[in-house]
């Protein structure tokens, strides 16, 4: 698997990491060290181009995890560990979509995957790049004051 980072700075700074080929077990953990040296670096908002990335397996899914945790700044299993990795998956799934981490034109075969293993509760995914680095800065209206 083949890993380029970009950044976009405009409107807000956010960095893309686009991944072409296989995500599998021959790789992930190359995929983990290199998010977590964009993570050490000082990089919170994340988008993972999935547009050139034909197979995405459990240990692919595990790596997913795991960055997802690591932009969350929380604890996260050693994928060394296996299953009981992959179970986190499972447990964590219900915490909703991450916050710091997106998914950017997943291919027909990685989405089925994404949605086949419940990811795509998990992460956002978007199809558009303007759209996925608004989603980082999205504003909330205020409550406005009751007149009552």
């Known amino acids: 698997m083949k ?20 995500l599998d077990g021959t790789n992930y953990e190359s995929l983990i060290e290199e998010t977590g040296q964009v993570f050490a670096d000082g990089v919170r908002d994340l988008i993972i181009d999935l547009d050139q ?13 795991q960055i997802a945790l690591m932009f969350r700044e929380e604890k996260h299993p050693d994928p060394d560990e296996g299953w009981a990795a992959y179970h ?19 291919t ?15 992460f956002e995914i978007f199809t558009d790049l303007p759209a996925a680095v608004a989603s980082f800065h999205q504003t909330v ?7 009552s």
């Open 141 to 147: 209206p205020a409550m406005q004051p009751s007149l």
């Open 53 to 65: 990335l034909i197979f995405i397996s459990s240990a692919g899914l595990v790596a997913m995890h």
């Open 88 to 106: 986190a998956i499972d447990r964590d799934r219900g915490k909703g979509t991450q916050n710091h981490v997106k998914l950017l034109s997943p």
């Open 108 to 122: 027909r075969q990685v989405l089925d995957v994404l949605e086949m293993t419940g990811f795509n509760s998990f």
């Open 3 to 22: 890993i380029t980072i970009s950044k976009n700075d405009a409107p807000f700074p956010v960095t893309i990491l686009h991944l072409e080929g296989k």
